[in-house]
């Protein structure tokens, strides 16, 4: 077995993506991964740490598990190219999703500034 082969056990897989247990028993109970079972252990492929790769990814921009779960199946039963025009529409609908977060966090900085200028310079006022 080559090293791009190797096996990972439960807990290698867990700390190699510094996921909870809990976090990676889940992540096989809605079927995003599915490990090689002996008896009790577990044993995750390269195919299994290349999906928790992208299952990351999609999680740290914002998917949520029911979209990155859809995504992963288009390529079980689809292939490659039909999961990345898959993927460009995802891609297209976040992005306009984490805009819209932005500019709504840009606008919250920007009032809880103009607040806490406004206490502040009162604060000033009444110790001058």
Same mark, same amino acid.
């Given at each position: 077995?080559?090293?791009? #082969?190797?096996?990972?056990?439960?807990?290698?897989?867990?700390?190699?993506?510094?996921?909870?247990?809990?976090?990676?028993?889940?992540?096989?109970?809605? #079927?995003?991964?599915?490990?090689?079972?002996?008896?009790? /252990?577990?044993?995750?492929?390269?195919?299994?740490?290349?999906?928790?790769?992208?299952?990351?990814?999609?999680?740290?921009?914002?998917?949520?598990?029911?979209?990155?779960?859809?995504?992963?199946?288009?390529?079980?039963?689809?292939?490659?190219?039909?999961?990345?025009?898959?993927?460009?529409?995802?891609?297209?609908?976040?992005?306009?999703?984490?805009?819209?977060?932005?500019?709504?966090?840009?606008?919250?900085?920007? #009032?809880?500034? #103009?607040?806490?200028?406004?206490? /502040?310079?009162?604060?000033?006022?009444?110790?001058?």
């Amino acid at each position: 077995m080559t090293e791009s #082969e190797k096996l990972l056990s439960f807990k290698e897989m867990c700390a190699k993506f510094d996921v909870t247990p809990r976090t990676l028993r889940y992540y096989e109970y809605i #079927e995003l991964l599915s490990p090689i079972r002996e008896g009790r /252990a577990r044993y995750y492929t390269p195919r299994e740490v290349a999906r928790m790769t992208l299952i990351l990814r999609g999680r740290r921009w914002g998917f949520s598990l029911e979209d990155i779960r859809q995504w992963l199946l288009i390529y079980d039963q689809m292939g490659t190219e039909a999961q990345m025009q898959a993927w460009v529409d995802l891609a297209d609908r976040q992005i306009v999703e984490l805009q819209t977060q932005l500019d709504q966090l840009r606008s919250a900085v920007d #009032e809880l500034r #103009e607040t806490r200028d406004e206490v /502040a310079r009162s604060l000033g006022e009444r110790t001058g």
